[in-house]
């Protein structure tokens, strides 16, 4: 438990055990001691006990008017805020129990018959440099590349665990939905703050686009053909 002592001014007399005082500024009520009588204007001795101020003594021969203590009142923290820009550390798309080599793009669904993409993006370690802080926002670049539907076309992204491409398929855990563009489209696409704050916390590690059923086929141009393909932008605040 806190005990702080100061000095303080009475604003009035006292009345029904208490009065009120001017504490650093503040007008405070203030519990007086059973025998100790207060007028306005009198200097008193206070100790603050967890959050209740408790006047023990009057100071001085006569009301001397307000007084200042001689530590300030503390002062709020600052607060910082920023933006993290984290480029990833790889784009790929996993299929048929394989990672595919002939392309950097992102697909979601399975194209002709043949097995269903799951399109991947990694972030590696950067947002952890932000650990601590709490993401306010975030955003992602995202670029349409040829393929499938020319319209714009509804896309399901999911959070991924792993920050880095892992040996099999990628661990897929939240879902939303993700950017729906036509072709040759580019957007800043809003993600989920919570799914920015796991990749910041050290939870989660990437974005993933998938379908179950394969359904519809969507390209997003990688790392390989559009340089700020999957940017994430994250604003942050402590």
């Not at 709020?76 to 990672?99: A, I, M, Q």
């Not at 399109?119 to 950067?126: A, D, I, P, T």
């Not at 892992?166 to 939303?176: E, I, K, R, V």
Request: proline share 5%; charged share 15%.
């Amino acid at each position: 438990m806190s005990v702080d002592a100061v000095l303080a001014t009475a604003t009035a007399a006292k009345s029904s055990g208490t009065v009120t005082a001017t504490v650093n500024g503040e007008i405070k009520t203030v519990q007086v001691a059973r025998d100790l009588t207060v007028a306005a204007g009198d200097v008193l001795l206070l100790h603050r006990v967890g959050a209740q101020w408790f006047a023990s003594c009057r100071l001085f021969t006569a009301a001397v008017g307000e007084v200042e203590n001689d530590a300030p009142p503390p002062s709020k923290p600052v607060e910082v805020t920023g933006r993290l820009v984290v480029s990833p550390v790889e784009t790929r798309s996993y299929k048929g129990g394989t990672w595919r080599t002939d392309t950097t793009d992102v697909l979601q669904g399975s194209y002709g018959g043949t097995a269903n993409n799951t399109g991947s993006v990694f972030y590696g370690s950067k947002p952890r440099s932000l650990a601590g802080a709490t993401v306010t926002a975030a955003t992602i670049r995202v670029r349409r590349a040829r393929g499938g539907a020319y319209a714009a076309t509804p896309t399901t992204m999911r959070l991924v665990t792993q920050a880095t491409r892992p040996g099999g398929a990628p661990t897929l855990t939240s879902s939303t939905s993700g950017p729906r563009i036509a072709v040759g489209s580019t957007t800043d696409f809003t993600i989920p703050d919570s799914w920015a704050q796991a990749m910041v916390d050290g939870t989660a590690g990437g974005l993933a686009f998938y379908e179950a059923d394969g359904s519809p086929y969507v390209r997003f141009a990688g790392r390989g053909t559009y340089s700020p393909a999957f940017t994430l932008t994250i604003s942050w605040r402590r």
